[in-house]
């Protein structure tokens, strides 16, 4: 059985930073693709990053060169390190892995419900 779970998010700041961190556990090609999505109320979900099994990443326009996503060795902790937080990042996040072919792998383009996904953690980022 896959399962994903996800660290606790924080509050911080404007202009702080934070890492979100997510233990992947169940078979090794149920994380081909992994990805960090986020929610905020009365809005869409929204792909932020997404990872493939070698290491390429895709970033949202919105986060790109504020927020890295990576992964340990094993591939089975997936990371987002947040930099230069805004407000508008404020939203529950969500890290999801699925068996997808690295040219697929985008979390901007994910198909809804597809894959696994974690339980959510909030972000609340003040001004």
């Known amino acids: 059985q896959v399962r994903l779970e996800e660290s606790w998010g924080d509050s911080v700041q404007a202009g702080g930073s934070l890492r979100l961190s997510c233990a992947h556990s169940?078979?090794?090609?149920?994380?081909?693709?992994m990805g960090w999505f986020r929610q905020a109320p009365g809005k869409e979900r929204e792909g932020v990053a997404s990872?493939?099994?070698?290491?390429?990443?895709i970033y949202a326009d919105s986060v790109k060169g504020r927020f890295t996503i990576s992964k340990d060795n094993a591939g089975t902790i997936l990371y987002l390190q947040m930099d230069n937080l805004k407000p508008e990042d404020t939203a529950i996040y969500y890290c999801?892995?699925?068996?997808?072919?690295?040219?697929?792998?985008?979390?901007?383009?994910?198909?809804?419900?597809?894959?696994?996904w974690g339980q959510g953690t909030q972000v609340t980022v003040s001004s």
């Open positions: 999801a892995a699925a068996l997808m072919s690295p040219n697929d792998c985008d979390a901007r383009y994910w198909p809804p419900n597809f894959g696994n």
């Open positions: 990872i493939t099994r070698d290491g390429g990443t």
């Open positions: 169940g078979y090794a090609r149920s994380r081909e693709c």
